[in-house]
């Protein structure tokens, strides 16, 4: 990460986040499909409309892992090997912490929030279902992703990978048993996921117990007195960032509530197509997660060239990779739609969701390397305000507006390339300016 050429590094970290991502996705995509092709189209939609909701629940740690990520990194630039063991042992603390915080959320809230939401009646009680057993799995998912942003900050992509693969198998192969052997329906692929976390968490666990460097894991560290000073430091980067994921996943959920005004074939329309925005998405995050990475042990070592050269070239990868599939998927969205259903009408809601949204996500692209790169300085707070008021604001205005668009379908997807824009725009002049600032710093 600190001396060489940029381009093949970068590439060999993001590739294993990418096929990570796509797996880590597939959990919840192997659900909408086996429901969908097993069991109907109201479990499909009880199963896929519980996405936002879980995103609303979970992003806020997810978002932390992004502060253990520049924390130790930052730490390894700067040769501190005392400090990546004790935000090693923080993260830990944490972990556990927050799962059994997501546990108790994730239970207490399923009825309220989906009938909050508007969920059609014809398939509320088995999307509350869902999302209750679901949430049995969330302290092994935020177990996972924090272990895991670990191994990242050191350059590790491939274990978690290998993690993800392991996990991913055992989803796939309780799904088809507990729902086309056992006719289980939602109850099914929602404890199909849980065992798979708990594979996932067990996995990533044990690869940190066993090393031998730094980031070794001291089991005994989660039930000593937390180090509040890591803590501070963790939560000081991944804080906003789990705020802009937290309010961005809101704002989802309240085009959700308008999306259930079609009715069970519009939810579950646009469950489907949000599954390849997603995949989709996950592209663009590796190559933001390469970013902070890179960026936060080159400023920790202060190569401020080399940081820009980071953002130069993940903005580049990320562009490209997700022009061409996003492109690739809409030209044969029937076939990509058919994995998932057969039903006229929700092909019919997908198949416009995909034009109207994934054909334009690579706008998405400069605000997420833009705002990645910024976290790897340093800089949390900016990149997730303007991520707030650009992707989520400017969205709770469109849908409370939609009415006003007279209701049509593409015309509330609209809300994404429209917002992605602005947001791009407001990025562009912040990054600019804490460039500035830092080269001046530098200068002095």
Not at 68 to 87: D, H, L, T
Request: glycine share 12%; net charge positive.
């Amino acid at each position: 990460m600190l001396s060489g050429p940029l381009a093949r590094p970068m590439i060999m970290f993001a590739l294993p986040l990418i096929a990570s991502g796509i797996l880590q996705q597939s959990f919840n995509s192997v659900d909408v499909a086996v429901v969908g092709r097993f069991t109907g189209s109201h479990a499909l939609a009880a199963v896929g409309s519980n996405g936002p909701v879980i995103s609303l629940i979970v992003n806020m740690f997810i978002g932390l892992a992004v502060g253990v990520n520049v924390v130790i990194a930052k730490c390894i630039g700067q040769r501190n090997g005392a400090g990546v063991r004790a935000a090693v042992a923080a993260t830990a603390q944490l972990g556990v912490a927050g799962g059994i915080l997501l546990l108790a959320i994730g239970l207490l809230v399923s009825r309220p929030i989906l009938e909050l939401l508007g969920t059609p009646d014809e398939v509320l009680d088995q999307a509350v279902l869902y999302l209750r057993v679901y949430s049995l799995g969330m302290p092994f998912m935020v177990i996972y992703n924090f272990g895991a942003a670990v191994l990242r900050s050191v350059g590790d992509t491939r274990r978690p990978f290998y993690s993800l693969v392991v996990a991913g198998c055992v989803n796939v192969g309780l799904n088809f048993l507990l729902v086309a052997g056992f006719g289980m329906g939602v109850t099914g692929v929602a404890w199909g996921t849980v065992i798979s976390n708990v594979v996932n968490a067990g996995i990533i666990t044990v690869i940190l117990v066993r090393e031998k460097g730094d980031i070794h894991l001291d089991l005994r560290s989660i039930f000593v007195r937390p180090d509040f000073g890591q803590l501070g430091k963790i939560a000081g980067i991944g804080f906003p960032a789990g705020l802009q994921g937290t309010v961005f996943a809101f704002s989802n959920v309240f085009i959700l509530s308008a999306i259930n005004t079609f009715g069970a074939d519009g939810a579950a329309g646009s469950a489907t197509a949000i599954n390849f925005e997603v995949y989709c998405y996950f592209v663009i995050n590796a190559f933001g997660q390469t970013a902070v990475a890179f960026t936060g042990q080159n400023f920790g070592a202060g190569n401020m060239d080399r940081c820009r050269r980071v953002f130069h070239l993940s903005l580049l990868m990320s562009f490209v990779s997700a022009v061409v599939l996003n492109v690739g998927l809409v030209l044969f969205r029937e076939q990509a739609i058919a994995i998932f259903t057969s039903d006229a009408g929700v092909v019919r809601f997908a198949a416009e969701r995909m034009v109207t949204v994934l054909l334009f996500q690579g706008i998405a692209c400069y605000y997420e390397m833009a705002g990645a790169s910024m976290r790897g300085l340093g800089y949390s707070m900016t990149p997730a305000l303007i991520t707030i008021f650009g992707t989520c604001v400017l969205r709770l205005l469109w849908v409370w507006c939609f009415h006003g668009f007279n209701g049509e379908f593409t015309h509330l997807m609209m809300v994404y390339p429209v917002s992605w824009t602005l947001t791009d725009v407001a990025m562009f002049v912040a990054y600019i300016r804490i460039n500035h600032r830092l080269k001046k710093t530098v200068c002095r």
